[in-house]
């Protein structure tokens, strides 16, 4: 021990009671008492915090203990900052978390001692408080072998002892995210300060950082935008104008402050600020000042274009998550019994009908039920295609109480919205409508020439539109259907045998022969009428376009149909098939398929031979498929105006190669 070291005791009370002190800390959860500690180290300065942990196997906490590498305790007036409870000498620096000059008392929720080793200017020190009587201060001055070992060779810095432990702290993984939380924007600004726990480095959440430049008249401020995906903490949306140290001059509240899920802090930098910094022993200006100038105007008035900008697309990208959360929900109409464009535009319109409203007033589905949501969406819906669709302003405008500026905003998006889907309408069904004159001149003209293989198959399955909205996606083949129902297929007698009588006039047996019959089949799960899944099977057979189709394939179809009803493996009432003979025509002989044809128009479904629980099947020709599409399409069609391209001089390749493209889906 040095002889002439003399033990200095600045032990003393806090300017408030225990139990003054304690009603303080009522709601402060056990991590925050930490968060606190590590808020004291960082208001002194320290770049380093780190956090060790020790617990039982069983999770018990054992002790803690807390080191910064900062300025230090000052003890030569302890009055002036350990003693002092809500009243810090570091009120007036707004960087400073702990303003109040408490947090370090916040351990009491936790443990029963706490002790306190600082190196200050080079003086050594001790503090102890122990939770039972939070208001008294045991400190004294320590020679240098007493200093705790994690100080003993720093130049300054403070070490807390957290022991007795009455709580038991949270997980680390638990620690870690809430620190994340509370100490994000901090690490944001300070990138090289480091937070640990148990040596895990703590950092930010989650954010995105935009930037801009704001000039006013006397200068240029960079502008940084944090945006952060989850609250960070007790945190609120400010304003900091920091120095070029990276410390906050001042902070206000942004204009944006407490809207749902929108969650910013930024940054506002520039050379003009250090004029306002508070150094020790130099003279500076008061930030108020700043505040009453013409240059704060404008800076403002930009800031808060760019802040209003920012937040409209975060509506926007919002307003998207909740339309995609509706659609999976089953929130929108389902369209049944229009066709396949116009029920897609009506969706498309409607999604974005909702989104505009979502955007202008984020809070309107928020709390409802499901119920409530589907019959505003619904009667948006119809409104919005009735012929008093222009009252969907007067609606909106009522309930959602909109100015002149964003009644014309909110009108302008929804007129931009049809006229899109107007535009991509139009677009489907003139490319739809070029394919079905294609394939007219084709059957029509040089249906003796045209090849199932190469020729119509690929046409076929890029067009699947062609047999109704049904039919429009059936996915790609699955291999282990495909092989058994091709096998299957092969089992009926003579199925792809060719006679003189079945062909057209002008076609010749020898090229017919050089072809197979065209098989397009598909395995695919669906949702019945119920919402129950079943697997929907669909075999579409093309007979060779100079082929009439005659009895003998009505007998080969009900054959299939039979055969795959009776399979083992397709014998389940998850299982159903449609069967689909497509030819050019029906030979006038074919007495058989046209009196089942015409018993079969009671169900209203062009084209169907038979139906029951498992199979339906179909008989089509072209020229039906054909008219088909244009009484469907008949409404949409002659509004739209197309103009009917003239194939007559085109040629059997140029209208193969422009219906294979897959621009026609």
């Not at 808060?304 to 975060?314: G, I, K, T």
């Not at 062009?606 to 629980?613: A, E, K």
């Amino acid at each position: 021990m040095t002889m002439d070291f003399v033990a200095r005791d600045f032990s003393g009370s806090n300017t408030i009671t225990h139990s003054g002190i304690t009603k303080h800390f009522k709601n402060v959860e056990p991590w925050h008492a930490l968060a606190e500690l590590v808020w004291n180290g960082l208001d002194a300065g320290a770049t380093t915090v780190q956090i060790e942990i020790e617990s039982t196997e069983t999770g018990g906490t054992v002790s803690v203990t807390i080191l910064d590498n900062g300025t230090g305790i000052n003890i030569e007036k302890p009055d002036e900052n350990f003693r002092r409870f809500n009243d810090s000498l570091k009120k007036d620096s707004f960087d400073s978390h702990g303003s109040q000059g408490r947090g370090r008392l916040a351990f009491h929720k936790i443990c029963h001692t706490a002790k306190w080793f600082t190196r200050f200017e080079g003086i050594d020190a001790r503090i102890v408080v122990l939770s039972s009587n939070l208001s008294a201060v045991d400190g004294k001055t320590i020679q240098q072998h007493e200093q705790h070992t994690l100080l003993s060779r720093a130049e300054s810095g403070t070490c807390v002892s957290l022991t007795n432990f009455d709580k038991n702290l949270p997980t680390d993984s638990f620690l870690i995210s809430e620190f994340s939380k509370e100490f994000g924007p901090h690490l944001v600004l300070m990138p090289e300060k480091t937070i640990t726990i148990n040596g895990i480095k703590i950092l930010p959440l989650s954010h995105t950082k935009t930037s801009v430049a704001i000039k006013t008249n006397s200068a240029i401020f960079d502008v940084d935008l944090v945006q952060w995906d989850e609250k960070p903490g007790a945190e609120k949306s400010y304003l900091y104008f920091i120095s070029s140290k990276l410390k906050t001059i001042y902070k206000q509240y942004s204009s944006l402050n407490k809207k749902r899920d929108y969650y910013t802090s930024v940054f506002i930098k520039s050379p003009f600020l250090e004029r306002y910094v508070k150094d020790d022993g130099m003279l500076s200006e008061p930030f108020t000042s700043f505040l009453a100038t013409e240059d704060f105007r404008m800076l403002i008035r930009d800031l808060n274009a760019f802040l209003r900008h920012s937040y409209a697309d975060f509506l926007v990208s919002k307003a998207q998550e909740q339309i995609d959360a509706f659609e999976k929900a089953g929130d929108f109409p389902d369209y049944e019994g229009l066709d396949h464009a116009e029920s897609k535009w009506r969706l498309s319109h409607v999604k974005e009908i909702v989104k505009a409203v979502l955007v202008r007033e984020p809070k309107l589905f928020v709390g409802g039920n499901k119920t409530q949501r589907r019959l505003i969406i619904r009667l948006l819906d119809r409104l919005s295609v009735s012929n008093e669709n222009s009252g969907i302003f007067d609606v909106l405008e009522s309930v959602l109480n909109l100015d002149a500026a964003a009644m014309t905003q909110l009108a302008s998006q929804l007129k931009k919205t049809k006229l899109d889907n107007i535009i991509q309408t139009i677009e489907l069904l003139q490319n739809r409508e070029l394919a079905i004159c294609q394939l007219k001149e084709i059957m029509n003209i040089h249906y003796k020439d045209v090849l199932e293989t190469p020729d119509l198959q690929k046409i076929i399955e890029n067009n699947t539109w062609l047999f109704g909205p049904a039919y429009e996606i059936l996915g790609a083949e699955e291999a282990t259907f495909t092989t058994t129902a091709k096998n299957l297929r092969s089992k009926i007698k003579n199925i792809n045998e060719i006679e003189i009588e079945d062909l057209s006039s002008d076609v010749t047996i020898d090229g017919a022969n050089r072809q197979v019959d065209l098989l397009l089949i598909r395995k695919k799960l669906q949702l019945d009428a119920r919402g129950r899944k079943f697997f929907r099977c669909v075999i579409v057979e093309i007979k060779r376009p100079g082929v009439s189709l005659k009895n003998k394939h009505l007998q080969q179809l009900d054959e299939y149909a039979s055969i795959l009803s009776h399979y083992p493996e397709f014998n389940s009432d998850l299982t159903k098939f449609e069967l689909i003979l497509v030819g050019r025509n029906i030979s006038k002989e074919a007495y058989s398929i046209h009196s089942r044809l015409k018993t079969s128009e009671v169900y209203g479904e062009p084209g169907l031979i038979t139906s029951d629980d498992k199979i339906k099947t179909y008989i089509k020709t072209w020229p039906t498929i054909f008219d088909e599409f244009d009484i469907s399409n008949e409404y949409l069609l002659e509004r739209l105006k197309t103009q009917r391209a003239s194939l007559s001089s085109s040629s059997r390749e140029e209208l193969v190669e422009s219906l294979q493209t897959e621009t026609t889906q």
